[in-house]
């Protein structure tokens, strides 16, 4: 089967560019056609569709101008704009399968994105697993972004197979050594009006942060200073970009002062990761049309102390067809050559990230003319199920009319009995009815689990804030002052809930507490617990964990045959464990061995 050629669509608000690569069997990719058109006046704003008719004109354009010859395929793959799309990473059991992943995320999502399940397309992909744990990298974008974009195109009878993420597009084009390396990498999107930060480490996109400076607004702040026009504030921008020798600096002082919340940002940025994830980040890589500003990436690294490179989209890519004849601005299409990267992939469609909702296709019965083989085959499953309703119609009408197939072709033995006439029916009626009484038990006070405890970490200004709700976006409603301790009410995605200043109640990011061991409290009839508990052989190697002392309770995780679990509480034959450090839940006590 021929696989289908697809290209590589990157629509930005300041212009288009195409990319069309194939691989051969044993050489790098090679570049079959490209084209790169700018918008004139406003076609897209912040990644949303203001003119139609002028975005569907500029596309037809651009497959129609392209190089060596136009582009024909009606299949692409496009990417969202940062600024419109909402990505974060959850940490769930390791245990969780796809299909109970994909039913709960959307319930967690709508924790930290400012819209409803059912407003969003969304897509999740696991990105490391590590012990009883996994994270899940989610990303989500409002429907009526990604339908806009459906519409535009199929009114030019393209058809698109995946919306891929801009950033992760540029990281798969960017990053050849990034996860060889083992150290994180930074790339800055400079566009027309948003700066985009993205860290990339062995596991993947790890954090974001859009910021609304960027080359529009240099180019009217040159303007501005310098009391030109506009379109000759874009000229000086690009020709003198960070040279201090230029215009005696007066372009290098503009930009500086632009570029100071950049940088500020940036710094914040790399300190938080560095800080949450231990681990550092070694370069900077730019991409954006305003990353080739002249010394730019030496301003950048003089102000951030990393190393700062502009990013070399061809290095994958062979270029047989004269991508080189632009080499000095090939930064222009690191997004398009990241898409047509994944368009080569085994399966373009489900090999990454794809925010494209699943379309129900319309059920067609019956095949072309031309393909002689399916119709075969739909004539002999017709003729099959034709029989398979006529023998149970048979079936269900001979059943009423009282005959018993089985019977007819089964017959049962007969047997002959005798009864011994030395046998007491009396006493046997007696012990029946002895066995049937029924019998009380004693029951037991299950033991209650024991108080948990926190004690908040020391902290340089020597407390730690309590928020309103369990996330460092709510509003601070108080201080906990550091060494006191708290008993924990609930807990949620790491955060303890507490109560100080007698009954008011906050919460606490458990990253800056201590977990205070305390005993367990039980009632005088309590029985003694056993201190652990060591799963037993099973059939399915692994015994389930539940989130209520009851089978049809749901499923929360999975204990490994032989691992040992602390016990907290005894209820109705099951045992409450601490199944990790976040996670408790409840087992039964027949497949497990006590330990004292």
């Known amino acids: 089967?021929?696989?289908?050629?697809?290209?590589?669509?990157?629509?930005?608000?300041?212009?288009?560019?195409?990319?069309?690569?194939?691989?051969p069997l044993l050489a790098s990719p090679k570049i079959v056609s490209y084209s790169r058109v700018v918008f004139a006046g406003e076609v897209v704003k912040n990644g949303i569709i203001k003119n139609k008719a002028k975005l569907a004109e500029n596309i037809a354009k651009l497959l129609n101008s392209s190089q060596p010859q136009p582009i024909k395929t009606p299949y692409c793959i496009l990417s969202l704009p940062e600024s419109q799309v909402f990505t974060t990473i959850f940490k769930l059991p390791a245990g969780l399968k796809y299909k109970e992943i994909k039913n709960t995320i959307p319930y967690k999502a709508e924790e930290v994105i400012p819209f409803k399940s059912?407003?969003?397309?969304?897509?999740?992909?696991?990105?490391?697993?590590?012990?009883?744990?996994?994270?899940?990298?989610y990303a989500a974008v409002p429907m009526k972004i990604v339908d806009s974009y459906v519409d535009i195109l199929q009114s030019l009878n393209l058809e698109p197979v995946a919306f891929d993420l801009e950033s992760v597009s540029l990281g798969r084009v960017l990053l050849p050594q990034a996860k060889k390396s083992g150290k994180a990498k930074l790339i800055m999107d400079i566009g027309a009006r948003t700066t985009n930060l993205n860290i990339f480490d062995k596991a993947g996109l790890r954090q974001s942060l859009a910021i609304k400076i960027a080359g529009e607004r240099f180019s009217k702040a040159v303007a501005a200073k310098l009391n030109i026009d506009l379109k000759q504030a874009e000229e000086l921008k690009k020709k003198n970009g960070f040279d201090p020798k230029k215009q005696e600096g007066k372009v290098l002082l503009v930009l500086q002062?632009?570029?100071?919340?950049?940088?500020?940002?940036?710094?914040?940025?790399?300190?938080?990761?560095?800080t949450q994830n231990q681990s550092q980040i070694d370069e900077v890589i730019l991409v954006g049309g305003s990353a080739l500003l002249p010394q730019l990436d030496q301003y950048l690294a003089d102000n951030l102390g990393i190393q700062v490179n502009i990013g070399t989209p061809l290095n994958k890519l062979a270029d047989p067809r004269g991508l080189t004849g632009v080499k000095s601005k090939a930064v222009l299409f690191a997004n398009a050559a990241g898409l047509a990267l994944r368009a080569i992939t085994k399966n373009p469609v489900s090999d990454d990230i794809n925010l494209l909702p699943v379309k129900i296709k319309r059920f067609a019965l019956a095949p072309r003319q031309t393909e002689r083989r399916a119709w075969h085959l739909i004539y002999i499953r017709l003729v099959i199920f034709a029989v398979l309703v006529a023998g149970f119609f048979a079936v269900f009408y001979l059943r009423n009319s009282g005959q018993d197939l089985y019977q007819k072709f089964f017959p049962l033995p007969q047997y002959e009995t005798a009864t011994d006439p030395g046998i007491d029916f009396d006493f046997l009626d007696q012990l029946r009815a002895n066995l049937s009484t029924p019998t009380t038990t004693p029951t037991t006070t299950p033991v209650l689990a024991p108080t948990r405890k926190i004690k908040i970490k020391k902290t340089t200004p020597g407390f730690l804030n309590v928020r309103e709700g369990a996330g460092a976006s709510y509003p601070t409603i108080g201080q906990a002052n550091s060494g006191t301790e708290f008993d924990v009410l609930a807990e949620q995605d790491g955060w303890y809930?507490?109560?100080?200043?007698?009954?008011?109640?906050?919460w606490v990011s458990g990253s800056f507490v201590d977990l205070v061991e305390a005993k367990p409290e039980t009632s005088e009839a309590a029985i003694k617990l056993p201190a652990k508990i060591r799963i037993k052989e099973t059939s399915l190697g692994y015994l389930n964990l539940r989130a209520e002392p009851k089978t049809s309770s749901a499923k929360i995780g999975e204990a490994l045959v032989g691992q040992e679990y602390p016990v907290l509480a005894e209820e109705n034959g099951w045992y409450k464990i601490q199944f990790n450090q976040e996670v408790v839940g409840w087992v039964s006590s027949l497949y497990v061995d006590k330990l004292e």
């Open 1 to 23: 089967m021929i696989k289908k050629q697809i290209f590589g669509l990157d629509i930005s608000d300041h212009s288009l560019e195409a990319l069309v690569v194939s691989k």
């Open 118 to 137: 059912n407003e969003v397309y969304f897509d999740f992909k696991t990105i490391s697993i590590q012990g009883a744990s996994q994270e899940i990298f």
């Open 257 to 274: 002062n632009e570029f100071k919340r950049i940088i500020e940002e940036t710094k914040k940025l790399i300190d938080y990761y560095q």
């Open 497 to 506: 809930q507490i109560k100080f200043k007698g009954e008011e109640l906050g």
